[in-house]
Each structure stands twice: as structure tokens, then as C-alpha cells.
């Protein structure tokens, strides 16, 4: 594997990284979760930068500066809500980060940190989205050299991400 994935046990806007991940919904307006972290975080213009970007279809990636969260940039993604896994859930959510990667390496830039997108007030179960996760970065990571962050802002998440890493 040309790449490295590293768990981030913590607020994903303390990752020392050149990009961050946000859980947006389509708006692109802001909520709750990670979502407002970051918001609160880079401060009112990141709202104003996402207004042209909206809508962002499930799936997808939009990108703006990250104003007060200094040079790092952020990449909002949309993951799909949790409709009992028959509706494309894990495709979509394995396309979030892999359209992030894609993003990433575009832009010449090599160190991303992720939240555990869709765990949170979108319902997907954590075992199963860090596997999917896990599984993502790992294709991606062994042809590219990237630094990838996998944030766990709870337990749940931090014991499912690490059981998914600790798997061959
Ligand atoms: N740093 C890292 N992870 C965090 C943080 C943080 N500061 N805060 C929460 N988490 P969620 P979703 C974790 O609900 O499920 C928003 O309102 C949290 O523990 O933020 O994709 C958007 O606007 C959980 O494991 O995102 C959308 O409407 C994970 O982040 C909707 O929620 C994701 O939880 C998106 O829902």
C-alpha cells in the first residue's frame, strides 16, 4: 500500500491535514453534527462560498476554502440517509469517499481527514459504514500515496472503525 489510514479519536477540525470532510446535506447550508462543527468553526463566510455550490446531489463533492479553519480546504459530501440498506446506501456512501480521494489527488494535495459520514442524524449503523470506509480508502490508498484520517467523535464509531482497520 503506497498510502497510509490512521482512526482520529476527536473533532475532526483539530486534524492537522490539507483537507477536511464535512457531512453536509445537499443545502449546503449548514446543520447539526459535523456539519455545524466545521461551520461554527470556519466562520459565517463558509456559508456564503457554499451558496453557489448547492444542490449537492448524494454522493457528490463540492469545494470552498476553509476561511477560519486557515489553509486547509473542505470537501462537503453528501451521504445517503439509512432506508434499511436495500436503496443504494452503500454504494452511495463508498462514493463519497471515493470522489473525495479522486478530489484530493487532483488537486495535488495528499492528507485528508473524514468524519464517519451518514453515522449521525442519517442514520447508517456504524459497523457497516466503517467497513465500507475502511474498504474505500484501502483500494484507493494502494496505488496512491495519501495520508488518510478516518475520525471517530464517539465510541461506537471509534470501535467500529478500529475493528474495520484491524481486519486484513
Ligand atoms: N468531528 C468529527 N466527527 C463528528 C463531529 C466532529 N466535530 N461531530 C459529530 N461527528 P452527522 P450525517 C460525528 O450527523 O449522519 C447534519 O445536520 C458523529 O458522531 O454529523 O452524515 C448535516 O447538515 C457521527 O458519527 O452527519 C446533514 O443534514 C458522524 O460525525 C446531516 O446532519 C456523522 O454524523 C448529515 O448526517
Redesign the pocket.
Known sequence: MKGTIEIYR????DVDCEVIVN???SSLM?????????HRAAGPKLKEACKPLAPCPTGEVRVTEGFDLGDRLVFHT??PVWRGGSEGEAELLKACYLHCLQELIKRELTTIAF??????????P?NEAAGIAVHACREFAADHDVKISL????EP?ATAIQGALDQP
Do not use: L, R
Not at 10 to 13: F, H, K, L, R, T
Not at 115 to 124: E, L, N, R
Not at 151 to 154: E, Y
Open positions: 476527536g473533532n475532526i477540525v457531512a453536509a446535506n449548514g446543520g447539526g453534527g459535523v456539519d455545524g462543527a466545521i453528501v451521504g468524519p464517519a459520514i451518514s453515522t449521525g442524524a442519517y442514520g447508517f456504524a475520525t471517530a467523535f464517539d464509531n
